[in-house]
Every structure is written in structure tokens, then in C-alpha cells.
């Protein structure tokens, strides 16, 4: 089955600790992105990668960091998480850049206390 | 710069009534691609259709329809006879080569369809 897996799905976490979220999809998609959902701002886009070892800002970078060795997996990493990183986050895939069907995962909803 | 407006915050309607759901974007390329996702109570993003910018046609899908209007830069989406189950949050989204690989999204609408 085509997906796009991300985990943890839930994650209470403190201020400063480390985390990564992961994000893995089976359909040799070129494109990954990382999104985050607030309440009232939609959908922002956090990362994306066009292929293995590429990647660039989205309009929300900051706090963020994100890796693609390789073609399936795009990890979204908080170094040092703080309370306004509490929010719905989604990965993203798409065979296409601008123009494709973007596949998301279930999202993964973190709390930074 | 690319933008995409959903006015509509919330909308609630009686099952049976038809309910339209308002976008309207902004963008100076002249190539580019508007999409609706849905987002159930579960919380997954489900993709409806994506439209060219060239392909002004407007598109019926069983209930769903959508009304894409460059001169107005608008790309409407309308339910017909809604159920209970069309109850979620409705994103319209632009893609286009000036905000480079970019998806971006609308605030969203909550659509609310009561028995």
C-alpha cells in the first residue's frame, strides 16, 4: 500500500530535549516537505527536499532541521524544542514538484511543555 | 507574492443543503496549480483535485464540484446535497514556480453539516 509513515503520531516533550520525528514513504517519490498546522494559519511548510541530498527552507525553518540521505526518508529534527513548537505535524510526498498530488502522513501532534 | 484566502472560517449547514466553500488566491505566475485537501475529524489530508492554470474547466465529481475563475482568481468548491460525513476542515492550496517548490495554503474552512 502507498503511504507516507511518520512517528511518533503523539509526543509530550520538555523544553530543550531533543527529538526527531521520522518520516518514511514507499512510493520513490523525488519531493518530501514537512509541514506544520495551526490552528487558524492552515498548513505552513517547514522543509522540503526535491531529491537525496537536497533540501531547502520553507517559510517556517527556524528551530528546525531536516535531513535526506536517503530517497524514502526525511526526518524532521527539533534541537532544542520550546513551547511554540507545540503544533500538528505532517510529512509530505509527491512524484512531481509543484505540480504533483501531494501524499501526506497521519501527522504527528507534539507538546512542548 | 502567492497567497491563498479562505474568508469562510466556519460554515454550518443542514444535511441535504448545498454549501460552497470560497478561495481566492493570488499569484504573478502565469503557470500554476490550485488544489483542495480535506481534513476529517481523524485528522488525515485527503487530496479532491488538482487544477491548471490553463484548464478553466469546470469539474463535477458525484457531489463535489468546483468553479475555477481566473478573473476573479478564485477556485470555488461546492458540495451538493451534503451529508454528515462532508463534515471536516476544507484547505484550498496554490503551487507555482514564483514562491518557488512551494505549497500554499489557505487558513481552511470548517464545514460543519448537521442531521
Known amino acids: 500500500e502507498a503511504q507516507v509513515t511518520q512517528n511518533p503520531r503523539y509526543l509530550i516533550t520538555v523544553t530543550g530535549k531533543k527529538l526527531t520525528v521520522t518520516c518514511s514513504q514507499n512510493m520513490n517519490h523525488e519531493y518530501m516537505s514537512w509541514y506544520r498546522q495551526d490552528p487558524g494559519l492552515g498548513l505552513r511548510q517547514i522543509y522540503y527536499?526535491?531529491?537525496?541530498?537536497?533540501?531547502d527552507k520553507g517559510d517556517v525553518p527556524e528551530g528546525y532541521k531536516v535531513s535526506r540521505k536517503e530517497k524514502r526518508n526525511f526526518p524532521l529534527i527539533l534541537e532544542s524544542p520550546s513551547p511554540n513548537q507545540t503544533s500538528l505535524y505532517f510529512c509530505?510526498?509527491?512524484?512531481?514538484?509543484?505540480?504533483?498530488?501531494?501524499?501526506f502522513g497521519e501527522g504527528s501532534r507534539l507538546t512542548v511543555l | 507574492a502567492q497567497k491563498v484566502t479562505q474568508a469562510q472560517t466556519e460554515i454550518s449547514v443542514v444535511e441535504k443543503e448545498d454549501v460552497t466553500l470560497d478561495c481566492v488566491y493570488e499569484t504573478r505566475d502565469t503557470t500554476y496549480y490550485l488544489f483542495w485537501y480535506k481534513q476529517p475529524p481523524s485528522g488525515e489530508l485527503v487530496f479532491l483535485i488538482r487544477?491548471?492554470?490553463?484548464?478553466?474547466q469546470n469539474e463535477i465529481s458525484g457531489r463535489y464540484s468546483w468553479n475555477f475563475q481566473k478573473s476573479t482568481s478564485s477556485f470555488n468548491f461546492t458540495i451538493t446535497a451534503s451529508q454528515v460525513v462532508d463534515s471536516a476542515v476544507y484547505f484550498c492550496?496554490?503551487?507555482?514556480?514564483?514562491?518557488?517548490?512551494?505549497?500554499?495554503f489557505g487558513a481552511g474552512t470548517i464545514l460543519r453539516v448537521k442531521s
Open positions: 527536499s526535491m531529491n537525496v541530498e537536497v533540501t
Open positions: 492550496a496554490l503551487s507555482g514556480m514564483e514562491y518557488g517548490n512551494k505549497l500554499v
Open positions: 509530505a510526498s509527491s512524484q512531481g514538484f509543484f505540480t504533483g498530488e501531494l501524499f
Open positions: 487544477r491548471n492554470s490553463f484548464d478553466e
